[in-house]
């Protein structure tokens, strides 16, 4: 069954540090998103990307975020500066066209931020 | 906002039947989803709903009454592998495309043996 990977797994990095984490989604999906989840709390949405341009962020996703499909395959997101409270569980996901389709969701970031 | 709310915890027996709820308040209605998320892990799409009325996977379904703002998740001769968070989602977004989702907190399922 096609998957979306996440790499990496996990990443600890110091306060103000600048992280990037990547994603390949399922190939012939067309909406690619990125979720967060802080422990033990609800999956939050950041932002979703179609057609190349961002088409939706959350209030969290503000400047210290972005994101970009450099290639066919990759969707990375981008933290600045990180910040304590950014640690959290990062997923990406990836849906085909169509509204009855859920995400695919992948594994996760564990980013740990000290 | 948006609201959605799911018992936090629930519990159960092996081989028995549980339902999990979910009420939503939300600025429009374009589906309600279910998730599963073992621990440390993603969610996996369980099941979607957009009319009214039931829908059947296996041993789960899921149900939807709109005018109520209300679903249920229906798990049948459980197992212990059922042990998971279940999270309830809804699309508020109307239109063809697939926006972003707002998750409840999720229900901790614990299934005994």
């Known amino acids: 069954e096609p998957e979306v990977t996440q790499t990496p797994s996990h990443q600890v990095t110091q306060m103000g540090q600048e992280v990037i984490l990547r994603c390949v989604p399922i190939?012939?999906?067309?909406?690619f998103y990125w979720y967060r989840q802080i422990l033990g709390q609800k999956v939050e949405f950041l932002v979703s990307f179609y057609n190349n341009e961002i088409s939706e962020k959350s209030e969290i996703f503000d400047d210290q975020f972005s994101v970009e499909r450099p290639d066919g395959s990759n969707f990375t997101l981008k933290i600045r500066s990180t910040k304590l409270e950014d640690s959290a569980m990062y997923f990406c996901?990836?849906?085909?066209?169509?509204?009855?389709?859920?995400?695919?969701f992948g594994s996760g970031t564990r980013l740990t931020v000290v | 906002g948006q609201n959605i709310d799911q018992p936090t915890e629930m519990t159960a027996t092996e081989g028995a039947i549980v339902q999990i709820n979910c009420t939503y308040q939300t600025s429009g209605f374009n589906g309600l989803f279910w998730y599963q998320q073992h621990a440390g892990e993603a969610p996996t799409f369980l099941s979607y709903?957009?009319?009214?009325g039931l829908e059947e996977k296996g041993r789960f379904s899921s149900f939807l009454s709109r005018s109520k703002g209300y679903s249920y998740l229906l798990l049948k001769e459980l197992q212990m592998k059922d042990s998971a968070s279940y999270l309830c989602?809804?699309?508020?977004?109307?239109?063809?495309?697939?926006?972003?989702?707002?998750f409840g907190r999720g229900t901790q399922l614990t299934v005994w043996p």
């Open positions: 989602a809804v699309s508020p977004d109307r239109g063809s495309t697939l926006g972003r989702l707002y």
């Open positions: 190939s012939n999906h067309l909406y």
């Open positions: 996901a990836s849906s085909p066209l169509g509204q009855n389709y859920g995400y695919t």
């Open positions: 709903n957009v009319l009214d």
